[in-house]
Structures are given as C-alpha cells and as structure tokens.
C-alpha cells in the first residue's frame, strides 16, 4: 500500500512539471518604445508638477479669502461695538425727560448695527465661499488634465509596442 501512494503521488509531482507553461520571454524594447516611454514619463512628471502647483495656488487663495472675510467681520463686530456704545453713552448723558426716548433710539441704533454687522459677515463669507468653489474646480481641472496626460502616454507606448 505505500509503495501505491509513493507512486501515486510520485505520478502526481512528475505530471505537474510537465503541465507546467514555460515562462514567457520578454521582447527586447525597441527604440521607439524606449523614446516613448520616456517621452510618457517626461510628460506625466511635468502635468503632476503642474497639478501639484495649481492645488498650492488654490489653496493660498482660499486661505487669503479666509483670512481677508475674517477681517472684514471683525472690523464690522468693532464697528457695532463702536455704536452700541454710542448709544448707550448717549441715553446715560439724555436728561431725566428724555430718556425714554433715548433709551428707544439707542434700541433702534443697537438692531441697525448688529443687522448691518451680520450682513457684511454673510457678504464676506459669501465672498470667500466663492473662491472655495473656484479653488476646488482648479484643482479638479488639473487632477483630469493629469490624467490625460498619462493616458495619453500609455496610448503612445502602446502604439509604440505595436509597430
């Protein structure tokens, strides 16, 4: 019986050699592939360096537009602040007659500047969302740009192997 398994498994190893596919050789490159594939490298090199400079741009801008809406809000916050004070300077010096209707304006004065306080906000985040969404249509521009590019230098080779 082991001498039946032996040879079973013997047959088995032998057998699966030969069904083995011998390993394909590689054609040598010729010239123009050579020139093609490195024309494609040279070109997909330049097209990553120009993604990776237009999504530095793009984000220096989004960042300036940040900055310069949060500038514009905080000079809008002191410029409220400035007024509420006002008005309440002007209802502590109104005279004891008055200062109902004092106390009534400085009211009006106080809604009016936080109103025109939040408007700019909403302008200058309007402002800088804007340039969110070019900066992203920029970057998403130069990503599908790239991508030409390397599948255009793969058609090359491609066409290059088949010559």
């Known amino acids: 019986m082991n001498k039946l398994v032996a040879a079973l498994i013997a047959g088995l190893f032998a057998t699966s050699v030969f069904a083995q596919a011998p390993a394909p050789v590689a054609a040598p490159a010729t010239p123009a ?40 809000k905080a000079k809008a916050h002191a410029k409220s602040a400035k007024a509420k004070a006002e008005a309440k300077h002007d209802v502590a010096s109104a005279a004891p007659a008055d200062k109902t209707k004092a106390e009534a304006k400085a009211d009006m004065t106080t809604a009016k500047a936080d109103v025109k306080a939040e408007k700019t906000g909403i302008k200058a985040d309007e402002k800088a969302d804007k340039v969110k969404v070019e900066a992203g249509a920029d970057k998403t521009k130069a990503k599908s740009e790239t991508a030409t590019v390397k599948a255009e230098g793969k058609a090359d080779v491609k066409a290059a192997t088949v010559k």
């Open 33 to 72: 592939v050579v020139k093609a594939e490195a024309k494609a490298s040279s070109a997909n090199t330049k097209s990553v360096t120009a993604e990776a400079k237009t999504d530095v741009k793009a984000d220096a801008s989004v960042d300036k537009a940040v900055t310069k809406a949060e500038a514009k």
